[in-house]
Every structure is written in structure tokens, then in C-alpha cells.
């Protein structure tokens, strides 16, 4: 049995006329363990996804199984590492985690919920920043202290929606490196969302594209099968990683282009030349 | 030193200061100089021009009265009746109460202070004097605490002074009553608020009475605190006055607070009110670790405007309940209509201004205090 399981889930938002459906028969299987990133253009329904697997939206059609069991809201099982960090302006690094910690432990004494606050904070290396507030804090170490309070929760599975893509590429790759680190300790379930082909490659078992909404579906899976620890520049010289990448690539250039055409099709373009003398250039963006 | 007093004047929202202090520290000369003129300089001069208009349109008002009397004392008695009158105006017997000069008005100013001198002195001498037989009176309550407690002896109470108050007392008792009508407004209006910005419900049940009843004059207010208030205090013989004035000034100022802090609870940022799902928070952590924190700048721009309506509608308040206070002053004075009387109240009306001036700086800081920012503001 999967450890987390989509049937035909479909939601859609809006009312009447203005009625469109976000996801549309989504099935997905995932496994104890294993770590798994949905990859998809921005707009194509990620977030509602990841909210649907939280408990924090109910599908309209379908129904999602975690162990076993319907997931009928949010629980601490399932922690949740945010895009924009949410993390509580007027509370410091040590609350914003601690009240994560009180209402997972709340059998726990005090002294031994300070500690474990402590330990977790001290495991993303940000003791020195345990009495500041996020506006204090940079990008990453905000991001750091969202990734502290999820995990410190001890949580049987880990989401992560769009984790690193507000971070500059410097940032991001050391918070990839400490993500798998975190990861590789105790190999907890983990769903990644990213629009970063190359982040999905470097941390997870397995990539599944999310075609573009109204109407999102996933698309065909690609299996990574590069050995663990994977280092990120040796992988950039790797065959088997050049191959995935240029194929998961490939595959979402062409959605994105059929995602552009049928967009295109409703348009009468004026028969006008533009008077540029920069020969135009084409560029592919994800984000 | 010079930075943290910079940042202490800016945090209570005296910053004008700051090019001044720069500049005496001899900091970027030209950039404080233009910073000083604009924020310093330009006041002032305002200012300056303020008090000549005003200087001019009094004398103006004045010569217009003067000629008037003289006129009607010439078209009554002649030459001899002009000497008369023109006499008994130098000598204040025929008073001219038009707008009073910027000079009169700081005389007046300076009366009511020598006057609070004198009140201040009598009541020294009255305490001296009534303070062995107050000591009798304590001596009695106690020797007869029993005879008292079965009702047979009547308490003696302590001799007070009841003379008239200064205007600094009056002062006082209205910066009391201002804040027992604040205390009662926010203790009403933000737990109000609070339940009815969690409960959609509850907020358009009665959205309706709120709507009708935010517009409320103060003197209406006043008028039905009155109705209800006079029966409850049949048989009290304390200050009821004071009470009907401050739960009027409450009732009036707080439904800026209430309203606001409907609006911050009900418009928490989504992303918070998913982070206390995720973490599976309680009710009671929920509003207080999230919820309240969040609707903090909202709630606290309401008592700020809470405080401003409150000082502002007691001066009518007082001046219908008759609460000893500054609303009473300035309606006493123009009553009274006495040379100084209209100078008294020109005084009075700047203490008030500058009051509520300070009042609103001192909500301004705690505000400031109790208050996140979202991004740091460097």
C-alpha cells in the first residue's frame, strides 16, 4: 500500500461562469521514503496540489489516502515547508520553532521542548540567530527557520511547496545540499514542488511533470536513478543526468509550447512589422 | 549618544529635532542646514504668521466694537457722552468682548496659572485647618466601628475641600475622565471586536446596530448614558457627574476601535491562518499567538483615533454633565462674560489642542512598541 495516494483528485475554484478547474483526475502514488518532486510551470496548479495533500483544501472529486486513511485536514504528520517561509513577524527564530514544538509535544516538559528547539535550530547552523526576528534574517535563513519549524515537528512526511524559489542560485544550492542532509538522516517521505529541473534531479528518487492548468494533470514519470550522495558538480558531467535533464526538458518545452499555441489561437495579431533592428531572441524561462 | 537620542526622538515621533542635533555635531552641514529650515524653520514661521493674522483680525474685530459704542454713546448723549464712554472703556468698566489679542490670551494664560497659585495656597490652609478634626472623624469611625456596622452611628466622612477648582485641576479631571472613557472604550470595543471579527456570523447580526449607532452625536450620547445612568445611581451620592461623563466619552470613541479591530481579526493574511492549521494550533493559541498579534496595527491605529474622538467629544460632554472639568471651564467663561473671559477661552481652547497633540504622540509610541514591522525599516 502507498504511504500517500491521490485517486482521481480534481479540484476546481471559482463559482458559475467563472468556475475553473485547477486539477483534473490526478492519481499519485508515493512510497515510505521516498522522495519525490512534482516539477511544472508557475500557475499550473502546484500549490493547490500540495494544499490538497496538507489537508488544507479538500478535493472536490477524488480523494487523497495517507496511510491508509482519508486526509480530512492538516495534521502534524505532514509538515509543511512553505514558498514565503510564513514565518510569524512578531515572534523570534526560537517562538516561531517553539510553538511548532509545544503543540506537537504537548506532553513534553518545557526544559525538554526548549532543548529540542534548540537542536533543531542548531541543526541548520542558526544558533547564533535563535533570539532574532525574520525581518532580521535573510532569504535563506528565514527559509531555514520554515524548514526547522516543519521538521522539528518530527512529521512522517515532509511537503515542500516551491521551498527555494524566492532564494538567489547561490543560496539555493547550499540549502538544496542542507535539505538532503536533513534528508538522508532518517529518509522521512518527502513531495517536493520546484520549477527547477535540475534542483528536482539533485534531491529526488523520482520527477513527475505537472502539465499546465485549467484542468492540470501529471504527466509520465522519469525514474532518477543516480547514486545518493549525488554532488552537484560532478553531476553536471554525468551522462545518465544529462540524458534526464534533456529529457524532462524536452517534455516541458514541448507542453509549454502547445500551452502558448492554444493560448495564441484566440488572438487576431494586427499585420504589423516591429521595427527592431536586435534580431529577436527566444528564451525559456520556468519561472 | 548622539544616535540613540536621534533614534528615541524619532521612535515618539519628535524628529524635527533631529537636523538640529546633527548639525551641532557637525554632520553634513548643508544637508541639515536645508533639513533644519524645512523642518524647524518653516513651522515657526507658520506659526509667525499665524499669530499676526490673528493679531490683526483681533485689533480689527476690536476697532469695530469700539466705534460702535462710541457711535451709539454720541447719538445718545453728544461730545460729553463720547469722553464718557471712551473713559469707561480705558478703565474696562464698558467691556468690548470681541476676539481677544494673541497678548491677551497669553495674560490670561498667566492669571490662570497665579490664580491655580492661590487656589493651591488655600487648600494648603484649609487642610492644615480641617486636619485635627478630620482626625477626630477617623477616631470616631474606629471607636464606633461596631455602632456603625449595626447601622446605629453614621460613618463620619473626612472634610474636603469644595471650593472652586484652578484650571490646572481642571485639567486633571479631564485627562481622568478622558482616560477612564479610553480604559472603558478599549475594554468594550476590542474584545467586541475580536469575537466579531472571528465569527462572520456574529458580524453581520450586527453590523446594522453598529452601523446606526457609530454616527451617534457625543450630546446624544451623553443624553442616553444620562437616561440610564441616573437610575442606577439613585441612592449613590459619589461624583455621577463623573460617571455619566466618562462612560459618554467611552461609548462615543470606541467604535473607531471596534470597527478596526473587526477588520484586523477578520483580514488575518491568509498565509498566518495556514501556518496554525499546519501547526494544528488551539483556539485560544491561535488568536493570541497569531490572530491578535497580526490585527496589532490595525487595532492600535483605532485607539489611537479612539483617544483623539474621546478628548475631543469631552469638552462638549463636560460642558452638558457639569463633571468639574475643562468642557465646563470654557462654558463657565463664556457664561461668566467678563473682560478676560474670551481670552481665558482662546487659553484654554490652545491647552486642549495641545493636549490632544500629546496625547495622540504618547499612543504614537506604544503603538511603536507593540507592533511588528514586516521588513526591517533601515
Same mark, same amino acid.
Given at each position: ?102 503543540? @506537537? ?23 547564533? @540567530? ?19 519549524? @516543519? ?17 538567489? @542560485? ?118 | ?378
Amino acid at each position: 500500500m502507498a504511504y500517500i495516494e491521490l485517486r482521481n483528485v480534481s479540484k476546481s475554484f471559482g463559482t458559475g461562469k467563472d468556475r475553473t478547474q485547477v486539477l483534473s483526475n490526478i492519481n499519485l502514488e508515493i512510497e515510505e521514503g521516498e522522495f519525490v518532486a512534482i516539477v511544472g510551470f508557475t500557475g499550473s496548479g502546484k500549490t493547490t496540489l500540495i494544499n490538497l495533500i496538507s489537508g488544507l483544501l479538500m478535493p472536490d472529486e477524488g480523494q487523497v489516502l495517507f496511510k491508509g486513511e482519508r486526509v480530512t485536514g492538516p495534521s502534524h504528520e505532514r509538515g509543511v515547508i512553505f514558498q514565503n517561509y510564513s514565518l510569524l513577524p512578531w515572534l523570534n527564530v526560537r517562538n516561531n520553532v517553539g510553538m511548532a514544538v509545544k503543540e @506537537a509535544f504537548r506532553k513534553m516538559s518545557k526544559k525538554d521542548r526548549n532543548k529540542r528547539v534548540e537542536d533543531y535550530v542548531e541543526m541548520v547552523n542558526l544558533s547564533p @540567530a535563535i533570539g532574532k526576528l525574520p525581518k532580521e534574517l535573510s532569504g535563506g535563513m528565514r527559509q531555514r527557520v520554515s524548514v526547522t519549524r @516543519a521538521l522539528s515537528m518530527s512529521p512522517d512526511m515532509i511537503l515542500m511547496d516551491e521551498p527555494l524559489s524566492a532564494l538567489d @542560485a547561490l543560496t539555493r544550492g547550499n540549502l538544496q545540499q542542507e535539505i538532503l542532509n536533513i534528508w538522508n538522516k532518517d529518509k522521512k517521505t518527502a513531495l517536493l514542488i520546484t520549477n527547477d529541473v535540475d534542483e528536482g534531479i539533485l534531491m529526488a528518487d523520482r520527477i513527475i511533470p505537472l502539465k499546465p492548468g485549467p484542468k492540470a494533470t501529471l504527466g509520465p514519470e522519469y525514474k532518477v536513478n543516480l547514486a545518493r550522495p549525488r554532488d552537484k558538480a560532478a553531476l553536471n558531467h554525468n551522462e545518465d543526468y544529462k540524458l534526464l535533464r534533456n529529457g524532462i526538458m524536452e517534455y516541458l518545452i514541448q507542453i509549454g509550447e502547445q500551452r502558448a499555441s492554444k493560448k495564441d489561437s484566440n488572438h487576431v495579431l494586427p499585420d504589423i512589422k516591429p521595427i527592431v533592428k536586435i534580431p529577436p531572441f527566444r528564451r525559456i524561462s520556468f519561472n | 549618544m548622539k544616535d540613540r537620542s536621534i533614534h528615541i526622538l524619532n521612535f515618539v515621533g519628535l524628529g524635527f529635532f533631529e537636523p538640529a542635533i546633527r548639525l551641532a555635531a557637525g554632520e553634513e552641514t548643508k544637508k541639515n542646514l536645508i533639513a533644519l529650515f524645512k523642518k524647524v524653520l518653516l513651522p515657526v514661521l507658520a506659526v509667525g504668521l499665524f499669530l499676526i493674522l490673528w493679531h490683526a483680525g483681533s485689533s480689527y474685530l476690536y476697532n469695530v466694537e469700539k466705534d460702535f459704542k462710541i457711535e451709539t454713546a454720541r447719538i445718545a448723549s453728544g461730545n460729553s457722552g463720547v469722553t464718557t464712554e471712551l473713559e469707561r472703556i480705558e478703565t474696562g468698566e464698558s467691556s468690548i468682548n470681541s476676539l481677544p489679542s494673541p497678548v491677551a490670551v497669553l495674560g490670561a494664560f498667566k492669571t490662570l496659572l497665579a490664580d491655580h497659585k492661590e487656589i493651591n495656597l488655600k487648600k494648603e490652609a484649609f487642610a492644615l485647618k480641617v486636619a485635627p478634626l478630620n482626625e477626630k472623624n477617623l477616631e470616631f469611625n474606629r471607636v464606633n466601628a461596631d455602632k456603625i456596622k449595626e447601622g446605629i452611628a453614621a460613618k463620619k466622612k473626612p472634610i474636603k475641600y469644595t471650593g472652586r477648582p484652578s484650571f490646572v485641576d481642571q485639567i486633571f479631571t479631564s485627562l481622568k475622565t478622558v482616560f477612564a472613557g479610553f480604559f472603558l472604550a478599549l475594554f468594550l470595543a476590542v474584545p467586541i471586536g475580536v469575537v466579531l471579527g472571528l465569527s462572520s456570523t456574529l458580524r453581520s447580526s450586527f453590523n446594522w446596530l453598529i452601523q446606526i449607532f457609530k454616527p451617534v452625536s457625543p450630546v446624544v450620547w451623553f443624553l442616553l448614558v444620562y437616561m440610564i445612568v441616573k437610575t442606577f445611581t439613585l441612592e449613590y451620592d459619589g461624583d455621577v457627574s463623573f460617571i455619566i461623563s466618562f462612560i459618554a466619552v467611552g461609548l462615543c470613541a470606541m467604535w473607531a476601535t471596534l470597527v478596526n479591530t473587526t477588520l484586523g481579526v477578520s483580514t488575518v493574511d491568509k498565509d498566518y491562518i495556514n501556518v496554525a492549521k499546519v501547526l494544528n494550533l488551539g483556539v485560544g493559541q491561535k488568536v493570541f499567538k497569531i490572530i491578535l498579534p497580526s490585527s496589532f496595527p490595525l487595532i492600535f491605529t483605532g485607539l489611537r483615533i479612539t483617544v483623539s474622538v474621546a478628548w475631543m467629544v469631552l469638552i462638549a460632554i463636560e460642558l452638558l454633565s457639569q463633571s468639574p472639568g475643562l468642557g465646563t471651564f470654557v462654558w463657565e467663561e463664556f457664561q461668566n462674560g467678563a473682560n478676560d473671559s474670551n481670552a481665558k477661552i482662546i487659553a484654554a481652547m490652545f491647552v486642549i489642542g495641545g493636549i490632544g497633540f500629546l496625547l495622540d504622540k504618547l499612543m504614537f509610541t506604544v503603538q511603536k512598541f507593540v507592533t511588528f514591522t514586516e521588513e526591517a525599516t533601515t
